[in-house]
Antibody
Framework: QLHLQESGPGLVKPSETLSLSCTVS??????????WGWFRQPPGKGLEWIGS???????YNNPSLKSRLSMSVDTSKNQFSLELTSVSAADTAVYYC???????????????WGQGNLVTVSS | SYVLTQPPSVSVAPGQTARITCGGD??????VHWYQQKPGQAPVMVVY???DRPSGIPERFSGSNFGGTATLTITRVEAGDEADYHC???????????FGTGTRVTVL
């Protein structure tokens, strides 16, 4: 059974960088069959896609976040990571990692999700 | 960018049928996926590719996508089905995962 677990700080100061990691167990981030995504959900609101990364390091980004976003994969640690720079209160949300198919154009489901990591942006 | 529209809320009595709709431009040309999210928990996929159910999801959950609307149907509704439900597609034009606005299902 695949398991994803987010880790990172729960509090980040405005203008600083938000960094999160997602550790995968029961499967490999190095698999060519999947991509690995980041999503977020502000309190009381809907889900938003942040970006996705392949084991090759290729990324797809939400255009609204692209200029502040960096993602990477570390196959040696079986992890993938997110960095979001210059955060503000609008970035306060529960951040989730999830697995999607290698080719979302054929079917872009998200079958396994982490439990979520609440990140609050506040001084 | 592509937009998916859902009703904010649906109320249903136990044992009855709940239908949650998801509308979008030419949605019939896309594969629609549905997620259940209970308070304080991560989303769980309950239907994928319009009509398929992941293993472990009860047959009471079913999906359709025709006539310009995708629909998640929950038959014989139970108290444990009370949750937010989100539809989702991959939009190839904008190269993005897109989620609906979410529907809260309340079991009366």
């Amino acid at each position: 059974q695949l398991h994803l677990q987010e880790s990172g700080p729960g509090l980040v100061k405005p203008s600083e960088t938000l960094s999160l990691s997602c550790t995968v167990s029961g499967g490999s981030v190095g698999s060519s069959s999947y991509q690995w995504g980041w999503f977020r959900q502000p309190p009381g609101k809907g889900l938003e896609w942040i970006g996705s990364v392949y084991y090759t390091g290729t990324t797809y980004n939400n255009p609204s976040l692209k200029s502040r976003l960096s993602m990477s994969v570390d196959t040696s640690k079986n992890q993938f990571s997110l960095e979001l720079t210059s955060v503000s209160a609008a970035d306060t949300a529960v951040y989730y990692c999830a697995r999607g198919p290698q080719n979302p154009y054929s079917s872009g489901w998200l079958d396994y999700w982490g439990q979520g990591n609440l990140v609050t942006v506040s001084s | 960018s592509y937009v998916l529209t859902q009703p904010p809320s649906v109320s249903v009595a136990p044992g009855q049928t709940a239908r949650i709709t998801c509308g979008g431009d030419n949605i019939g040309r896309k594969s629609v996926h549905w997620y259940q999210q209970k308070p304080g928990q991560a989303p769980v996929m309950v239907v994928y590719d319009d009509t398929d159910r992941p293993s472990g999801i009860p047959e009471r959950f079913s999906g359709s996508n025709f006539g310009g609307t995708a629909t998640l149907t929950i038959t014989r509704v139970e108290a444990g089905d009370e949750a937010d439900y989100h539809c989702q597609v991959w939009d190839g034009s904008s190269v993005a995962y897109v989620f609906g606005t979410g529907t809260r299902v309340t079991v009366l």
